[in-house]
């Protein structure tokens, strides 16, 4: 199998409502992507697309938006796992390349929420749990988490400051970032302020301030072969690990509560397939859709023992000039949550991270970086280490 690179990447501006049509937000993430990579769409063997299914009204929207990218007649897939579709897709898209079917193939992630309503979203999370013995009861995204976060509590003794901790981090980063939704400070005192909205709850222990926002947004990445690579780039970001597992939908039929199995078997993958550990990891963007899942990620990916992330938070570690930066874009709490383009948001701000593109982003000198992204509450999880050489 010969090796495989990113050689483009492209993100929408993520926002609460786009005015346009889901093609046309995908092409603001593709224009992007073909731009950076110095190609055109005849140079794309193949597309993949990845959304999930339910927030669009258009029925499958692949075949509407690879006609407007311009990307006919080659052929096209479409892709979903939950909030991981792009990352999902990106493995589809290594695959591909790796064993030689395609040179170059296109990911794109895109979601538009806003063509439904909030109920009506939270009503299609809801479902992403098992119809049958589950998501009937209410336990829609927000108290699957709350669940998460009591048994690490129960456990290990962390506590709601740790929760509000891994926020504050969040928007020191999503206030310079110019893509996210939310760009505003937080501060500790706001948690505890009852007249604060970010205190609010929302699923105990979890509060509105805990929890990350919907948003319109699409991200595309160009995955080609070594050969196409060399062609076309100037600073080719290299694939070196994928790793992908998954979890019992029903929560009753998993081990613990306190972590997120797929995510450490998906890491556990991507590590031996990279030839790497956590320490060796420059930067890291990681699937924070509430505060606890940025913690239960440390711990998955091995950047801190079971129990030891309140300590890597209160320490700074994960901030940019910590030992092991995390989600200094501001993550999923800041940029918003648009979930088909999620995956390909977070290897965006890797890709730019290692080419030292950053900007007021930018950790020193990084040479490899990982992201981790999670479909669902857990039930997929995909770890991908991208690095220089």
């Known amino acids: 199998m010969g090796r495989v690179a990113i050689i483009g990447v492209g993100q929408s501006k993520f926002v609460r409502k786009y005015p346009g049509s889901i093609r046309e937000l995908a092409f603001e993430g593709f224009k992007e992507a073909i731009t950076d990579a110095g190609i055109t769409a ?10 999930a299914p339910e927030y669009d009204k258009q029925r499958s929207p692949s075949a509407v938006i690879a006609e407007y990218l311009g990307l006919n ?13 792009s990352s999902t897709g990106l493995k589809l898209a290594y695959s591909m390349v790796a064993s030689g079917v395609h040179d170059m193939v296109a990911v794109i992630g895109l979601q538009k929420m806003s063509e439904i309503s909030s109920a009506e979203s939270q009503e299609r ?10 998501s009937p009861f209410g336990t829609m ?34 206030q310079i970032n110019e893509r996210a939704v939310y760009r505003k400070a937080v501060t500790p005192e706001m948690f505890t302020d009852p007249e604060n909205m970010m205190a609010s709850p929302v699923s105990s222990p979890l509060r509105v301030g805990d929890c990350c926002a919907n948003a319109d947004g699409t991200s595309c990445m160009i995955v080609a072969s070594e050969e196409k690579a060399k062609q076309f780039s100037k600073k080719p970001i ?3 690990g994928v790793g992908a597992a998954s979890a019992s939908v029903n929560l009753t039929g998993r081990d613990k509560l306190h972590g997120l199995k797929a995510a450490e078997q998906a890491a556990k993958q991507a590590y031996a397939m990279a030839g790497v550990g956590p320490k060796d990891i420059d930067v890291a963007e990681v699937h924070d859709c509430f505060t606890i899942a940025e913690m239960l990620a440390y711990e998955a990916l091995g950047f801190a023992e079971p129990g030891g992330a309140k300590e890597l938070i209160q320490g700074k570690e994960t901030y940019k000039e910590g030992s092991i930066p995390v989600n200094v874009d501001g993550g999923l709490l800041s940029k918003g949550h648009p979930i088909g383009a999620t995956g390909g948001s977070q290897v965006r701000t890797i890709v730019l991270q290692l080419r030292g593109e950053a900007g007021d982003m930018q950790v020193k000198d990084p040479q490899i970086g990982l992201v981790h992204n999670i479909g669902g509450v857990g039930i997929y999880g995909n770890v991908t280490i991208f690095g220089k050489e």
Do not use: N
């Not at 999370?125 to 589950?134: H, N, T």
């Open 73 to 85: 007649p080659q052929p096209t897939f479409y892709v979903e796992s939950l909030c991981s579709s």
């Open 125 to 134: 999370m809801g479902r992403g749990a098992d119809i049958q013995w589950e």
């Open 238 to 240: 290299w694939v070196l």
């Open 42 to 51: 005849k140079d794309i063997d193949a597309s993949v697309f990845c959304s």
């Open 141 to 174: 995204m927000p108290a699957y988490y709350a669940m998460h976060a009591q048994a690490h509590m129960a456990k290990y003794g962390t506590t709601p400051e740790d929760l509000a901790a891994v926020r504050v981090k969040a928007a020191t980063y999503g």
